[in-house]
């Protein structure tokens, strides 16, 4: 994926040289601002790739007031869906998911012709930690949202684990993998809808729920929640946004932080879904 790449290499030298130019600063900061600052480097390229798979291990970083259980007293609410397609679609849409050779633990691919592009579905993930509940939206993305919806219906996500968690410059919880690892898939992938391809920024807010992928038009079935805004560039599909009870659960996973405290690994805490419940 060598655009993918070039994009991370972009971004990765423009962060670099937004760094110098505050360096004077930097070095008058108390030691934990500047690890701060690092981590949201750190957090910043690695959500550039955002990897259905994490490589390699976590990094014992830890920088003061950066750690999820750290966060700000007062819970983020969740947001509107960022935004809008500049364009609206049609009523219908045909998806394309198409095999990737990967094992498919037992998913079958949606049909995907004649996709209403109208409305919103809720997905009701019962976790052991409590209920994280999600409205998909099918105008800005009516591909994932159909995706989803039919893995949910079929207990693809049933008792699976929400394998990451990270903290810093990227405030997520991602779930959606069968295996646990970060490696699985459900055997296809699918195109990124909205709002990749657009120049808008600050969308990853507080309750918005959008696609892992590795690389461009590698959607599979792992999604993640932001808990806290999270300044990533328009690389990943948005598809939802949590309730504001959701979100509460949410919160509360992200405060008891990961294994070891490191700023990307998984939840302290399991988080498991026993079922996922899908209304219209």
Excluded: W
Aim: net charge negative.
């Amino acid at each position: 994926m060598p655009n993918n790449q070039k994009r991370g290499e972009e971004a990765l030298s423009k962060l670099e040289r937004e760094l110098k130019s505050r360096e004077r600063k930097q070095k008058a900061r108390p030691l934990g601002v500047v690890a701060a600052s690092l981590v949201v480097i750190l957090a910043l390229v690695g959500g550039i790739y955002f990897l259905s798979t994490r490589e390699g291990d976590d990094e014992n970083v830890q920088a003061e007031e950066s750690s999820a259980a750290e966060t700000s007293q007062e819970t983020p609410q969740a947001q509107p869906i960022a935004d809008k397609r500049a364009k609206a679609l049609p009523d219908t849409v045909t998806c394309k998911y198409e095999d990737n050779g990967q094992e498919s633990n037992g998913a079958k691919k949606p049909n995907g012709k004649d996709i209403s592009t109208k409305g919103t579905v809720t997905v009701s993930f019962e976790t052991n930690q409590g209920t994280i509940e999600m409205e998909m939206d099918r105008a800005k993305a009516p591909c994932t949202t159909n995706a989803i919806s039919e893995l949910a219906k079929s207990g693809y996500y049933d008792d699976t684990v929400c394998h990451r968690m990270t903290s810093g410059g990227l405030n997520v919880l991602q779930c959606g993998d069968p295996d646990g690892t970060g490696e699985g898939g459900p055997g296809f992938v699918f195109k990124d809808e909205y709002p990749v391809g657009t120049d808008q920024s600050n969308l990853y807010k507080p309750g918005v729920v959008a696609m892992a992928n590795a690389g461009q038009n590698t959607n599979g079935s792992q999604f993640f929640v932001t808990y806290a805004d999270s300044p990533l560039p328009a690389y990943y599909t948005i598809f939802g946004s949590v309730s504001e009870a959701g979100m509460k659960t949410v919160q509360a996973i992200a405060k008891k932080g990961t294994k070891g405290g490191v700023p990307d690994g998984q939840p302290s805490t399991e988080v498991r879904i026993d079922k996922a419940v899908v209304s219209e």
